[in-house]
T-cell receptor
Framework: QQQVKQSPQSLIVQKGGISIINCAYE??????FPWYQQFPGKGPALLIA?????SEKKEGRFTISFNKSAKQFSLHIMDSQPGDSATYFC???????????FGKGTSLLVTP | DGGITQSPKYLFRKEGQNVTLSCEQN?????MYWYRQDPGQGLRLIYY???????QKGDIAEGYSVSREKKESFPLTVTSAQKNPTAFYLC?????????????FGQGTRLTVV
């Protein structure tokens, strides 16, 4: 079964707006939570990642918010740009097992 | 140029045939992975290997086989036992450390059964 649940499935945001994608997990053994960005026909690339000892991590326009008690984490894209249009995947993994458990993905479209 | 190379980019297979997808990395990573991507399904783990000559089944290993004879290479064979093999296949690698680290992905192989 899907160990990481991601929503929404698709998202349309105007240029300059904030894009928010949410993920939830059940396995409390997870200790690494990355977000990957994928463009059509390409492999995913790491965007930003967080560990559960911090509640927020920011890199440029991208921020991960992490709520350990709720077992939820989210990606915020500030000042969204048309070049951000892509599919975004959240993921999680356990210590010592690098294999990632992925959410089903969110297709983001940023309109001009 | 360091990275992961998957070949071929597109592959067509007749029903009942086995086919092998290539994955090579020059990042000196110990761990390698195979994922399958279907529309709306995310990436699902087929097999992974954390060391040469050892590998483990992932969530959807049935109908697939792998080998890890060299650190740089982790080929995936899609056998005739795989009922629905048409998909986008992604190979990845990472270092193995006490804390999980970034996985680097190849550009994928799109397999179509005709």
């Amino acid at each position: 079964q899907q160990q990481v649940k991601q929503s929404p499935q698709s998202l349309i945001v105007q240029k300059g707006g904030i894009s928010i994608i949410n993920c939830a997990y059940e396995n409390t053994a997870f200790d690494y939570f990355p977000w990957y960005q994928q463009f059509p026909g390409k492999g995913p690339a790491l965007l930003i990642a967080i560990r559960p000892d911090v509640s927020e991590k920011k890199e440029g326009r991208f921020t991960i918010s992490f709520n350990k008690s709720a077992k939820q984490f989210s990606l915020h894209i500030m000042d969204s740009q048309p070049g951000d249009s892509a599919t975004y995947f959240c993921a999680a993994s356990m210590p010592g097992v690098n294999a990632l458990n992925f959410g089903k993905g969110t297709s983001l479209l940023v309109t001009p | 140029d360091g990275g992961i190379t998957q070949s071929p980019k597109y592959l067509f297979r007749k029903e009942g045939q086995n086919v092998t997808l290539s994955c090579e990395q020059n990042l000196n990573h110990d761990a390698m992975y195979w994922y399958r991507q279907d529309p709306g399904q995310g990436l699902r783990l087929i097999y992974y290997s954390q060391i040469v000559n050892d590998f483990q089944k992932g969530d959807i290993a049935e109908g697939y086989s792998v080998s890890r004879e060299k650190k740089e290479s982790f080929p995936l064979t899609v056998t005739s036992a795989q009922k629905n093999p048409t998909a986008f296949y992604l190979c990845a690698s990472s270092i193995v450390a006490s804390l999980n680290t970034e996985a680097f992905f190849g550009q994928g192989t799109r397999l179509t059964v005709v």
